[in-house]
């Protein structure tokens, strides 16, 4: 049986199971419905991570 994904809808603001929407409102996919509900949060970090992985490295090549 295939594992479900989770994708968090950025247009309705709710989790769907599965691939239900457009592509361009979704988030995901994420392994549990706990985690596609707090997608925002999740990717927030993920960015700002990012962001400082970026400003360290553009230290080191400067």
Partial sequence: M???EYWFNTKTQEVEI???SLSLD???PFASMQE???A???IARR???LRKEDETSDKWSS
């Fill in 26 to 28: 979704r988030l995901g």
């Fill in 47 to 49: 960015a700002a991570a």
């Fill in 36 to 38: 596609a509900e707090n």
């Fill in 18 to 20: 599965g691939k239900q």
């Fill in 2 to 4: 295939a594992k479900d």
């Fill in 40 to 42: 925002v949060e999740i």
